[in-house]
């Protein structure tokens, strides 16, 4: 806009000089035309460079006439009206990381079930869709780097509590058989519930919650819990084993056999439960009679 008006100046200029020919008369004559002709010249260089735009790989432009947006355009060479102006956008992959690392990225606190607070680091990878028509982004925004900061953040805190607020972590603890929702899915709820937030025109590549910090007694009850499960799965395993070396033992014991076969299987059967990595009881043992293994307690 500012060439343009800069080409006005200069071609009426150019014209009143033209027309003027000559200043004073006599000896005091000043001859102006060629100067007249020369700011013409001026003026026809300034409008050539005011009626084409290049925007940059991967950005997008918005042509504005008048402070209103009037179009679009991708990355290339374009032409535009001298009275247009082009505001670029960056398209390319921007990353938020709310992690607490800097005041103006915090962590985010998020109300859970039951009223708890939970504090959760989030990343989110946005995106203006460089095939899109940002004009009416423009108008809202006015440019680029309003929009992580007006746009994206605010918009992710709401997200984020209208996902998690039914969110219970204890939900095992409270039902029989119950699951927590994975973290996983909770990421893509709220990667779905941000972009039907985002204005037309910004697109949401990827949210990730790595780290949820909940409140300490919730944390505890989390840890005891996996202790616990820790414990089951221990409990589960050893029963599997006793329950196989009982059926050897039964085996073994139902088997009418001399002491010597006897004793030949119950040395194949405590190899095949060793490489299998199975425990023995101490009180295993091969010797003697058919009648002497001693059963599994």
């Known amino acids: 806009?500012?060439?343009?008006?800069?080409?006005?100046?200069?071609?009426?200029?150019?014209?009143?000089?033209?027309?003027?020919?000559?200043?004073?008369?006599?000896?005091?004559?000043?001859?102006?035309?060629?100067?007249?002709?020369l700011v013409l010249a001026a003026s026809a260089l300034t409008l050539v460079f005011n009626v084409y735009a290049i925007v940059p790989t991967r950005n997008i432009g918005v042509t504005i006439a008048f402070g209103k947006p009037t179009g679009t355009l991708g990355n290339g060479f374009h032409l535009v009206a001298p009275w247009e102006s082009v505001e670029e956008y960056d398209a390319t992959i921007q990353t938020l990381l709310m992690s607490g690392t800097d005041p103006e990225t915090p962590t985010l606190w998020v109300r859970i079930a039951n009223g708890a607070m939970a504090q959760m680091e989030v990343s989110v990878d946005w995106q203006i869709d460089p095939k899109a028509d940002i004009q009416q982004l423009h108008l809202d925004w006015r440019n680029f780097s309003a929009i992580q900061e007006r746009v994206i953040k605010p918009r992710l805190s709401d997200a984020m509590n209208k996902a998690f607020e039914n969110y219970d972590p204890l939900i095992a603890f409270k039902q029989s058989g119950g699951q927590?929702?994975?973290?996983?899915?909770?990421?893509?709820?709220?990667?779905?519930?941000l972009q039907s937030l985002v204005p037309a025109g910004i697109v949401i590549k990827r949210l990730a919650i790595p780290l949820p910090i909940f409140p300490a007694q919730v944390q505890e009850a989390l840890n005891n819990m996996q202790?616990?499960?820790?414990?089951?799965?221990?409990?589960?395993?050893?029963?599997?084993?006793?329950?196989?070396?009982?059926?050897?033992?039964?085996?073994?014991?139902?088997?009418?056999?001399?002491?010597?076969?006897?004793?030949?299987?119950?040395?194949?059967?405590?190899e095949r439960l060793a490489q299998q990595g199975k425990g023995l009881p101490p009180a295993w043992t091969c010797a003697g009679s058919s009648n002497a293994v001693v059963p599994v307690r």
């Open 1 to 37: 806009m500012i060439l343009f008006i800069i080409t006005l100046v200069l071609a009426v200029a150019g014209i009143s000089l033209v027309a003027k020919g000559q200043i004073g008369e006599g000896r005091d004559e000043i001859r102006v035309r060629w100067i007249g002709w």
């Open 227 to 270: 202790k616990e499960l820790a414990a089951t799965q221990i409990a589960i395993q050893q029963k599997a084993t006793a329950l196989e070396q009982k059926a050897a033992l039964d085996i073994l014991n139902s088997t009418k056999m001399t002491p010597e076969a006897f004793q030949q299987q119950c040395l194949i059967v405590t």
């Open 180 to 193: 927590p929702t994975s973290l996983s899915t909770m990421e893509g709820q709220v990667r779905e519930r």
